[in-house]
C-alpha cells in the first residue's frame, strides 16, 4: 500500500515527503524545487479547471445512509455533454479553504458529502480511523485502503491535517462476528489539494513531481495525540498557531515541543510544571455531566473522555500554572522551574 505519510529527518531538517509501504521500499525522486508561490498559481488553475469538468452523481449518493467512497463517482463531463440531470459539476458543490503552510497562503477544496453525526471533529494534529481513495486529476490511483485504517494527521501530507477536522466522526459502532467493525453517521467527503499540500516536488510511483491530489475519505474515529506524554495535548503545542508543530520549538534544542517532554528546557519537566486533576466515572454519560458543571478557568482546559481497560472513563482537567505571574506558563517558562507541589 503507497500509504500518504510524509517521513521527517527530525535530526537533519524536517523535510522531505514521500510515500510509505509495508511490503516493498519506494523509490523517491525529489526535483529541484519551483517557487512555492507561483507553483500555487499554477496548480489552482488546473484544479478549477478540473472541478468545472467534473460531476458526481449527488442524488445516487445523497439518498444513502452510509454511503461509501466506491459510491461516490466523479466523471468527467467531454465537450458537448450535458450534466445529467440526477448528477451535479463539483465545482457548485465544493467549498474552498485556506491554509498557510511553509509561510505560502495556499487555497484547497472539500466536496462535503456526509458532515460526520458523531460529536467529535478531529484537531489537526489528532489520530484518525478512516477509509480512502487517493487518484490524480486523469483518474489514476495510486492508493487506497481496504479496510479502515489509522493515520497521525502530522505524519501525512499537509492537505490531510488541513481537510479532515472539517468533519465529524462516527456516532456509533458495533462489532461484527467476523472481527470487522461497523460504523454508522460517519463523515464522508473529497480533498482537492494543490501539489504544495501534498508530496510538491517529490516524486512517486504513479504520482509525478508538483501532482495536484483528489482524497475521498470515510472519517470513522479520532483521537487527541499528547505525542510526548507531557499532559499538553500535541494541538496546544502549537505555539504560533499555523497549524504545523514542526516549527514550534521552545528551547531551540532541535526537538519540537509536541515531541519534548521538557519544552522550556529548563531541567523540569512539562508534566512537573502542569497542576492534573483526574476524574473517573463507570459511566461516560456521567462523567460528561460532572465534566460540563466544572468551571474553568482562562489557563484551565479539559482533556478529552478515554475509556479505560477497565472499561471505565476518564478525563483531566489540566492548570497551565504560572507561578511568578508574567503571563508564560512554567512549563515555557525556563526563568520558573520548580515542580509543581
Known amino acids: 500500500m503507497n500509504n500518504i505519510f510524509k517521513v521527517l529527518f527530525i535530526f537533519a531538517v524536517l523535510i522531505s515527503v514521500?510515500?510509505?509501504?509495508?511490503?516493498?521500499?519506494?523509490?523517491?525522486t525529489v526535483v529541484p524545487e519551483n517557487d512555492r508561490t507561483e507553483q500555487q498559481v499554477e496548480d489552482l488553475a488546473a484544479l478549477e479547471n478540473y472541478l468545472n469538468t467534473h460531476y458526481y452523481n449527488a442524488a445516487e449518493v445523497n439518498a444513502m445512509e452510509n454511503p461509501t467512497i466506491d459510491d461516490l463517482e466523479i466523471t468527467e463531463?467531454?465537450?458537448?455533454?450535458?450534466?445529467?440531470?440526477?448528477?451535479?459539476?463539483?465545482?457548485s458543490a465544493v467549498e474552498t479553504k485556506s491554509t498557510t503552510y511553509s509561510e505560502v497562503e495556499y487555497e484547497y477544496y472539500i466536496l462535503n458529502i456526509k458532515q460526520g453525526e458523531g460529536v467529535v471533529s478531529p484537531m489537526f494534529s489528532d489520530k484518525v480511523r478512516v477509509n480512502y481513495s487517493g487518484f490524480l486529476m486523469d483518474g489514476t490511483e495510486f492508493d487506497r485502503s481496504?479496510?479502515?485504517?489509522?493515520?497521525d494527521l502530522v505524519y501525512v501530507v499537509a492537505g490531510w491535517s488541513r481537510a479532515i477536522p472539517?468533519?465529524?466522526v462516527a456516532s456509533s459502532f458495533a462489532s461484527n462476528s467476523d472481527g470487522t467493525v461497523s460504523f454508522d453517521g460517519y463523515g464522508m467527503g473529497v480533498m482537492f489539494l494543490p501539489s504544495g499540500l501534498g508530496y510538491y516536488s517529490a516524486s512517486q510511483t504513479s504520482i509525478p513531481s508538483y501532482s495536484n491530489l483528489i482524497f475521498k475519505f470515510e472519517l470513522m474515529q479520532s483521537e487527541t495525540n499528547d505525542h510526548d506524554s507531557d499532559g499538553i495535548p500535541s494541538y496546544l503545542e502549537d505555539i504560533n498557531l499555523d497549524s504545523d508543530l514542526f516549527n514550534d520549538d521552545k528551547d531551540a534544542n532541535t526537538f519540537p515541543n509536541f515531541i519534548d517532554q521538557d519544552?522550556?528546557?529548563?531541567?523540569?519537566?512539562?508534566?512537573?510544571?502542569?497542576?492534573?486533576?483526574?476524574y473517573n466515572d463507570p459511566s461516560r454519560a456521567a462523567l460528561q455531566t460532572l465534566l460540563d458543571a466544572l468551571e474553568l478557568t482562562s489557563n484551565q482546559f479539559l482533556s478529552p473522555i478515554k475509556q479505560n481497560t477497565d472499561g471505565t472513563y476518564s478525563a483531566n482537567r489540566v492548570t497551565l500554572v504560572d507561578t511568578n505571574g508574567n503571563e508564560i506558563p512554567n512549563y515555557l517558562d525556563a526563568t520558573e522551574s520548580d515542580p509543581i507541589e
Open 77 to 91: 463531463l467531454l465537450e458537448g455533454e450535458t450534466i445529467p440531470s440526477d448528477a451535479t459539476l463539483l465545482i
Open 146 to 151: 481496504s479496510t479502515p485504517v489509522v493515520f
Open 18 to 28: 514521500m510515500a510509505c509501504n509495508e511490503d516493498e521500499e519506494e523509490t523517491v
Open 263 to 278: 519544552d522550556d528546557g529548563d531541567g523540569t519537566i512539562t508534566a512537573d510544571e502542569i497542576k492534573i486533576e483526574s
Open 166 to 168: 472539517h468533519f465529524n
